[in-house]
């Protein structure tokens, strides 16, 4: 749909992190587009969070509208950039292969910010033990059922980057997270060889998360 | 006939928002509700091992949101165009974010704790939730959050509002929206729609 924008038309604004703009920042290196990818340190979030619709980062600034909420934008810069399936049907496949990842996301997230320790090794072990690897199986059986190579029709879409967005974060403290999930750890390896991607995973800031 | 064919439990829940959507939309579709005893054989054959699943064109879609968005889409309740549809979509995101941060206080476990936890979903997390919609919803012109049209949108704050009040009205009363008159005018039009009306009248009474 879009094949000129100027950099100053596009910009992602986060924290120096991977996080929940990881996503939306694959899909425009992968797609090629300028873009200013803007990355606030704490101080400056906290002056800009009373103006932020919703208090919160990322946002996207896109040809004068602001767009918020991670899975928001980047379903719309899939739409923009034809990585979100080709008709409804590979639409709605797509939103629910991010919907589940977003439900092993959630589950982590809870764990993370779990304050009783005794509580949260045990929280821990549930995730790595058995939420995971249900999540993680079925989302490896949806992938053979397609056919191996990608979530959705047989091609790239923002489900196959936001599932690999999810992974590399998860895998920095638990590299052994796709052992067993042969399908989801070819399509990751595949994805990092895309140029664009490459390219992008060699140049952006190395962050923690 | 639509060809689709939505599954879940015999409540709202999950599924609902995708009822109320068809409704608006006034679209035929089987509305199918499993008996308990039926779960645990069904789930096995789940693609993600839950419920709502949609049937349609021949393939199976879980994930309620997901769902819910198809169904907006393809019944013109998503807006005229992709940033109208992103505005939308992130309104109903930041129910959810709403959603998970107060659903664990209701499971709580220590009872300390809970009452800490709700008197705090109480004086803040609520006001300052509703606070931020009205001033997005006025943002955006005070009719509706996405397109100035009616969209799917509008309709899940309307179920999500309904559904707190029913669940928390024990806990903490219901959300004052005093300083929430967009808001407020929104949620009445909603209830108010035609074909939402019939559809409340006319769904299976279940307690959630």
């Not at chain 2, 109320?20 to 789940?46: H, P, S």
């Not at chain 2, 907006?72 to 505005?87: C, S, T």
Request: proline content about 4%; aromatic content about 8%.
């Amino acid at each position: 749909k879009h094949s000129q924008n100027k950099m100053s038309e596009i910009k992602l604004s986060y924290f120096n992190a991977r996080g929940r703009a990881e996503t939306a920042r694959l899909l425009l290196a992968h797609a090629g587009v300028r873009y200013t990818d803007q990355r606030l340190a704490s101080e400056q979030f906290a002056s800009v969070k009373p103006r932020l619709p919703f208090g919160q980062l990322p946002t996207l600034k896109y040809e004068g509208e602001l767009l918020c909420q991670s899975m928001s934008l980047a379903r719309f810069l899939a739409n923009e950039y034809g990585l979100a399936g080709r008709n409804s049907i590979e639409n709605a496949q797509a939103d629910e292969i991010v919907d589940a990842v977003n439900d092993m996301i959630a589950a982590r997230v809870a764990v993370m910010q779990d304050s009783d320790d005794a509580k949260k090794s045990e929280l821990m072990r549930k995730l790595l033990e058995e939420t995971l690897p249900t999540g993680l199986g079925q989302l490896e059986a949806r992938l053979v059922e397609r056919g191996g190579q990608f979530f959705v029709g047989n091609n790239l879409t923002w489900a196959d980057l936001h599932l690999y967005a999810f992974v590399d974060i998860f895998r920095s403290n638990n590299p052994e997270v796709l052992d067993g999930f042969p399908k989801i750890k070819n399509l990751t390896e595949r994805i990092e060889e895309l140029p664009n991607i490459s390219k992008w995973l060699q140049s952006r800031p190395e962050t923690v998360f | 006939m639509s060809g689709i064919k939505l599954t879940y439990f015999n409540l709202k829940g999950r599924a609902e928002l995708a009822r109320l959507i068809l409704a608006q939309a006034e679209v035929q579709y089987e509305d199918c509700r499993i008996e308990r005893g039926d779960w645990a054989a069904m789930k096995k054959t789940l693609p993600l091992g839950q419920l709502p699943v949609m049937e349609v064109e021949g393939t199976t879609i879980s994930q309620s949101m997901s769902i819910a968005r198809y169904l907006a889409r393809r019944f013109g309740l998503a807006g005229k165009n992709d940033v109208e549809g992103a505005e939308a979509d992130q309104t109903v995101d930041a129910i959810n974010d709403l959603t998970n941060s107060v659903v664990p206080v209701l499971n709580e476990k220590d009872e300390k704790k809970k009452a800490e936890m709700k008197k705090k979903v109480q004086t803040e997390t609520m006001p300052n939730w509703l606070r931020m919609m009205e001033r997005l919803l006025t943002s955006k012109g005070g009719n509706h959050f996405a397109g100035n049209q009616l969209t799917w949108a509008d309709i899940a704050v309307y179920f999500f509002m309904e559904t707190f009040k029913v669940r928390w009205m024990e806990h903490i009363g219901e959300p004052d929206l005093d300083n929430c008159p967009n808001l407020n005018k929104l949620l009445e039009t909603v209830k108010n729609l035609p074909n939402i009306k019939k559809w409340e009248a006319a769904r299976p009474d279940t307690p959630m």
